[in-house]
């Protein structure tokens, strides 16, 4: 159904940004839309775990006072936003979707988090997230629901992160990505999500799935919100030993340029290979609007899913087991059936085959780097396939099949192994309702190219002032 | 390298590569009892995860160097500054 957003919930952030900085409108009335909004929604969309409404409405009296008193420190200052429940929080429990960490309360916050205070955002909630990120919901906590069509599944891992934003329950989220866990669940909710270049973003203090693949990044509505949060959370972190200490860009600056000129790259591997045939026309119809823009298209030839994505799938379960070993010996019992069988499958990965991957990825690496040399973006579907029915799907089933895993990210996980960095929009609408997401790609540490580029499409689209069923039955 | 289209055969090589007690031997290194009726339900699980990894294993990484590297300190400095 075509609506447009309307409702203060379902603003873009950067223009109620606008509002408090002008204090046409206050944070702490913000805040209460959406806590209104989450009340509202929450028990339909499970999207989040903890729901932190006592404190964010000190948060936003706090941001009020500050900012009548001329203390306003940029576009986040004032905005509810969520994180996925797996960075830590001091005083608040961080449960990574688990029964084993149900009961964890930090006393420490993950860097993204620290940064997110610091730039004076507000944390309505803590979503909800397969367990450990690891492909499967853990039934005590239960499935996130699409709000495009609640039997449907989010995807995930940052099921509850897409679902929150969708929904207007918060302006951003951050979630995190090791296969496609910010970019898949962002494509099925139809929202915007941007998973940086490796070392961009700091990972300390988010619970880890894979250490050398995990990437967190922001969910939004729309390019530039997700520009404004990635400015929040972005730089050098001498507490993650792989972040960059490469100076992070103005990602709102030049956003508004267009894309003549710019090189887009298609390539046969990552454009037909097992996208539903529902799905493909809008990829199809994305190529055509950038040529439109001005854009040039050419064919490039990167490294195939199918080469890249055993290297990323022996490097996430070799590590995901060796992080979970020590839980995984004493009380495996806790774990869901299917993650459970996943960390045990990780753990008899030769450690020889480990290695190799690792060796095999500096390769990859090179050989994209090459194929993109003549491209500034590579332009692909972000998933094979639209939202699936919840009830039989691989994150409820129970079902650790290793190859349909493998399926789903053949479009996202390379660029977890290369570290490049890639962004989701949507690019349409299936028959049935359901959103489908266009990925774009750049080089590493080109996030400003990549958000400019996003934002032409968006521009000249209208595909994300769309509101879900779930906000219009409100 | 493995053929990926032909799934069952890389999958029924893995399995026929690894009995039962020896997933039993390998889980115990790692620390990990698995009773024999639970290795008999992961078979499936294992033979698709290792044709996976298969895979790897025959690429070929000749001319690469160890991907994993170890530094003391920081690299941009000498050691006295």
Same mark, same amino acid.
């Given at each position: 159904m075509a609506s447009v957003r309307n409702d203060l919930c379902d603003q873009p952030l950067v223009d109620i940004a606008g509002r408090i900085r002008r204090r046409d409108m206050s944070s702490t009335e913000v805040t209460e839309s959406v806590l209104s909004r989450i009340e509202a929604l929450d028990n339909r969309l499970n999207a989040f775990i903890t729901v932190t409404a006592e404190h964010a409405r000190r948060q936003a009296s706090e941001a009020d006072r500050e900012i009548r008193n001329g203390g306003y420190r940029g576009p986040l200052h004032g905005m509810p936003i969520s994180v996925k429940d797996l960075f830590a929080t001091t005083g608040i429990r961080t449960t990574g979707g688990s029964r084993i960490l149900r009961d964890w309360i930090p006393d420490v916050d993950a860097t993204v988090v620290s940064r997110l205070r610091q730039a004076g955002a507000i944390l309505v909630g803590k979503t909800n997230m397969y367990e450990f990120a690891y492909g499967a919901v853990h039934p005590d906590v239960g499935p996130a629901k699409n709000p495009w069509d609640p039997t449907r599944s989010t995807g995930g891992s940052s099921s509850g992160s897409a679902a929150a934003v969708a929904a207007g329950m918060g302006f951003a989220s951050v979630g995190s990505d090791t296969g496609g866990s910010i970019r898949i669940p962002a494509a099925f909710c139809g929202i915007v999500g941007l998973k940086p270049t490796y070392g961009r973003v700091s990972r300390y203090g988010a619970i880890p799935l894979s250490w050398s693949c995990d990437h *967190?990044? @922001? *969910?939004?509505?729309?390019?530039?919100?997700?520009?404004?949060?990635?400015? #929040? %959370?972005? &730089?050098?972190?001498p507490l993650d030993s792989t972040s960059s200490e490469l100076p992070v860009g103005d990602y709102l600056a030049n956003l508004e340029s267009d894309a003549a000129? =710019?090189?887009? #790259?298609?390539?046969?591997? +990552? =454009? +037909? &290979?097992? %996208?539903?045939?529902?799905? =493909?026309?809008? $990829?199809? /119809?994305? $190529?055509?609007?950038?040529?439109? *823009? &001005? !854009? /040039?298209?050419? *064919?490039?030839? @990167?490294?195939?899913?199918?080469? $890249?994505? @055993?290297?990323?799938?022996? $490097?996430?379960? !070799?590590?995901?087991?060796? +992080?979970?070993? @020590?839980?995984?010996?004493?009380?495996p019992e806790e774990y869901s059936e299917a993650v459970r069988e996943r960390l045990e499958l990780g753990a008899l990965t030769p450690a020889t085959t480990y290695i190799q991957a690792q060796r095999l990825r500096k390769q990859v690496v090179e050989q994209m780097s090459n194929a993109m040399s003549s491209v500034d973006i590579l332009l692909m579907p972000t998933s094979p396939m639209t939202a699936? +029915?919840?009830?039989?799907?691989? /994150?409820?089933? #129970?079902?650790?099949?290793?190859?349909?895993l493998a399926a789903r990210i053949n479009y996202t996980g390379p660029f977890d192994l290369t570290g490049f960095p890639a962004i989701t929009v949507p690019c349409g609408f299936t028959p049935s309702g359901l959103p489908v997401g266009l990925q774009l790609v750049a080089k590493p540490y080109q996030e400003r190219l990549l958000l400019s580029a996003a934002r032409a499409y968006e521009r000249t689209t209208n595909w994300h002032q769309r509101l879900p069923s779930a906000v219009i039955v409100e | 390298m493995n053929d990926p289209n032909d799934k069952s055969k890389c999958e029924e090589n893995a399995s026929s590569a690894i009995p039962p007690d020896a997933v039993q031997s390998l889980a115990r290194m790692a620390g990990i009892e698995l009773s024999g009726e639970r290795v008999k339900a992961l078979m499936p699980q294992i033979a698709a995860y290792l044709a996976i990894i298969h895979v790897v294993d025959e690429m070929n990484a000749q001319s690469v160097e160890p991907a994993l590297e170890f530094h003391l300190g920081p690299k941009k400095e000498s050691i006295d500054g």
């Open positions: *967190m990044g @922001p *969910m939004t509505r729309t390019v530039a919100d997700c520009a404004a949060m990635l400015q #929040g %959370i972005a &730089g050098f972190d000129g =710019l090189r887009i #790259g298609i390539a046969e591997s +990552y =454009l +037909y &290979g097992a %996208i539903v045939p529902s799905a =493909l026309p809008f $990829i199809k /119809s994305g $190529i055509k609007h950038f040529e439109q *823009m &001005g !854009a /040039s298209i050419r *064919m490039i030839e @990167p490294p195939s899913p199918s080469e $890249i994505v @055993p290297l990323l799938l022996t $490097i996430m379960s !070799a590590e995901a087991a060796a +992080y979970h070993l @020590p839980s995984l010996r004493d009380k699936p +029915y919840i009830q039989g799907d691989l /994150s409820t089933s #129970g079902d650790a099949d290793p190859d349909m | -």
